[in-house]
């Protein structure tokens, strides 16, 4: 994978400079600077800080095909159905089916 055409993918999804990047993401901007001009690789910190301030996971970053980012809300629902029994989780899945059935 090409991962400065990724990144920049990701940048022109957000309509964001590298200036932008490097704000939003907490890295320097002499780091954005030199994937801009030097076309330098980031290191594999410095991609979890640019993921992290995209609000993606480092598998949706290397993901081949569609992408799907989390939203805050479908983060909330994964983080509570993480802790969830199995009984309440196939409880929850009956619901939203039968929301979903109805609409």
Do not use: H
């Not at 600077?33 to 690789?41: A, L, P, Q």
């Amino acid at each position: 994978m090409d991962v400065l055409a990724r990144v920049r993918q990701l940048m022109k999804a957000r309509n964001w400079s590298y200036y932008k990047m490097a704000k939003e993401c907490g890295i320097p901007e002499a780091t954005a600077y030199n994937m801009e001009n030097r076309n330098t690789v980031p290191s594999m910190p410095t991609l979890e800080l640019i993921c992290n301030g995209m609000g993606i996971t480092l598998a949706q970053f290397f993901a081949e095909g569609e992408m799907v980012e989390l939203t805050p809300e479908l983060k909330e629902l994964f983080d509570v159905w993480v802790d969830l029994s199995p009984r309440s989780k196939k409880a929850l899945l009956e619901m939203v089916n039968s929301i979903k059935a109805e609409q």
